[in-house]
């Protein structure tokens, strides 16, 4: 079983559109949870850190459930410039980062 | 804004040669990290460093592969007979503290042939 396991899409939108994305991962010992936004053959850049009570930022919503090892991002409102590749990364233990493979979002107008 | 620097850019190197990937991370930070990213794949952890020392590495990071911090400012990754399946691009990290956020660099585009 792959440690953090998404849906690789595409998810083709309309703007203004609500997407929401979901991850699980494997290791229950997790510790720290984020998403992460990677634009084509650009570096990833931390879109959100993932609390156990669920948080916002602006148009982006994500949550989290332990007991299913499930996370979730929403974004309400999408923009052309929220395309791009959604990476679920999980930190088990250590300070390394485990990555999905991404969840790839078009948006269009 | 500070950011962390990586060169070069793009690297092209026949099978077998050494190549350094050299990056400048932002100047506070204390922990630093290389991952790559072979194409179409997923982002993968290769190591961690911290007061001179490797903190952690994954099974990836064998023997071919090192990492240093020559002066107050580069970390570099060493890989020392590259071989084909070697071809990714690696990101250089750092971050400030042990459980802050991790900067990545725009990455170093290997290529081997």
């Known amino acids: 079983r792959k440690e953090v396991e998404q849906d690789p899409g595409p998810f083709n939108v309309p703007e203004g559109a609500t997407v929401a994305f979901n991850c699980t991962y494997s290791?229950?010992?997790?510790?720290?949870f984020f998403w992460y936004r990677q634009d084509c053959r650009k570096e990833p850049k931390l879109l959100m850190s993932?609390?156990?009570s669920g948080n916002e930022d602006g148009r982006f919503t994500a949550q989290l459930n332990r007991a299913s090892q499930y996370i979730s991002l929403l974004i309400r409102d999408s923009k052309l410039s929220d395309s791009a590749t959604y990476l679920c990364?999980?930190?088990?233990?250590?300070?390394?980062?485990?990555f999905g493979a991404g969840t790839i979002l078009r948006v269009k107008s | 804004e500070p950011e962390v620097t990586q060169t070069p850019s793009h690297q092209v190197t026949q099978m077998g040669q050494e190549v350094i990937l050299r990056c400048v991370p932002i100047s506070n930070h204390l922990y630093f990290y290389w991952y790559r990213q072979i194409l179409g794949q997923k982002v993968e952890f290769l190591v961690s460093f911290y007061n001179n020392e490797i903190s952690e590495k994954s099974e990836i990071f064998d023997d071919q592969f090192s990492v240093e911090r020559p002066d107050g400012s580069n970390f570099t990754l060493k890989i020392r007979s590259t071989k084909l399946e070697d071809s990714a691009m690696y990101f250089c990290?750092?971050?400030?503290?042990?459980?802050?956020?991790?900067?990545f660099g725009p990455g170093t585009r290997l290529t081997v042939l």
């Open positions: 990290a750092s971050s400030e503290l042990w459980a802050s956020e991790q900067f």
């Open positions: 993932v609390y156990s």
């Open positions: 290791n229950s010992a997790s510790q720290s």
């Open positions: 990364v999980v930190k088990v233990d250590g300070n390394k980062l485990v």
